[in-house]
């Protein structure tokens, strides 16, 4: 009996006993922000008609584009303070619409207008439409008269 209990005992610890083992792995990716703006001058951008008075006449589309989590916004500066210039010697003053921003005089400081409050995966084509009041040539000094608008998109 001694020795079937010493051997039941030694059977016990040298048999090979059951363990559950596990691992794991982790899967990652990373999306990096992207923000991206394409301005595309409309034909007769370059060739306005001074005399003329347009109310809404179309200058540009611009391409945002957008995965920002925090949304985005677009802010739009002008070179000439909201004014084609001739040089020194003349100008003439006008107003630009972002799409349903409205019309604004753009400025050097620049003004935000569009600001997109939700983030998410954006591609939107916006309108951008000038307007002024045109004057007779004979008012006017001749030459060319312009003025660069810079659009940027950042993250809210």
């Known amino acids: 009996m001694k020795k079937s209990l010493i051997l039941a005992l030694f059977l016990s610890f040298t048999a090979p006993m059951a363990f559950a083992e596990q691992g794991t792995l982790l899967l990652r990716g990373e999306v990096l ?3 991206s703006i394409d301005v595309v001058a409309e034909a007769g951008a370059t060739t306005l008609d ?5 109310t809404n006449l179309k200058v540009a589309t611009v391409q945002e584009g957008s995965n920002s989590k925090t949304g985005y916004k677009i802010n739009m500066s002008s070179a000439g303070n909201g004014f084609l210039k001739n040089g020194t010697l003349d100008s003439l003053a006008y107003e630009i619409n972002y799409g349903a921003f409205g019309f604004i005089t753009p400025t050097t400081a620049g003004t935000d207008v569009k600001t997109q409050l939700v983030g998410g995966v954006y591609g939107v084509f916006t309108d951008v439409n000038i307007k ?3 004057k007779p040539a004979v008012e006017m000094t001749e030459g060319i008269y312009e003025d660069t608008l810079t659009f940027t998109i950042s993250a809210n």
């Open 50 to 54: 001074l005399s003329a008075s347009p």
């Open 132 to 134: 002024y009041t045109g």
């Open 33 to 35: 922000e992207v923000l």
